[in-house]
């Protein structure tokens, strides 16, 4: 059974730092190209960062360049974000995905997705 579970969410102060995880199940991440999205009420999903095996490529929002970090742990099968320097603009539901193929770019974009996450809530207070 494939699954992706998106954990680390949560409430933080704005200026603050949460880590965000997906681990996967049912196959290698490493196989895949990984993308974390977010999606804030009444916006459209958007893709934060993404990272591709196929290419070695990771690709950020201009939103988040230099403040988010997407990494990975292939003995655990896990992807991870690390969100430094939060904002209330950054508060949204975020979820990870994975593209069986694709550059980082081409995944962010919302192409070639084969599974979904269940969210995991970021609340950033001012």
């Known amino acids: 059974d494939v699954q992706l579970q998106a954990s680390g969410g949560g409430l933080v102060q704005a200026g603050g730092s949460l880590r965000l995880s997906c681990a996967a199940y049912?196959?290698?991440?490493?196989?895949?190209?990984i993308g974390w999205f977010r999606q804030a009420p009444g916006k459209e999903r958007e893709g934060v960062s993404c990272?591709?095996?196929?290419?070695?490529?990771?690709h950020y929002a201009d939103s988040v360049k230099g403040r988010f970090t997407i990494s990975s742990d292939n003995a655990k099968n896990t992807v991870y974000l690390q969100m430094n320097s939060l904002t209330p603009e950054d508060t949204a539901v975020y979820y990870c995905?994975?593209?069986?193929?694709?550059?980082?770019?081409?995944?962010?974009?919302?192409?070639?997705?084969?599974?979904w996450g269940k969210g995991t809530q970021v609340t950033v207070s001012s």
């Open positions: 049912g196959f290698t991440s490493d196989d895949y190209a």
């Open positions: 990272m591709s095996s196929s290419d070695g490529s990771t």
């Open positions: 995905a994975a593209a069986p193929y694709g550059s980082s770019l081409y995944v962010c974009r919302d192409f070639g997705i084969n599974y």
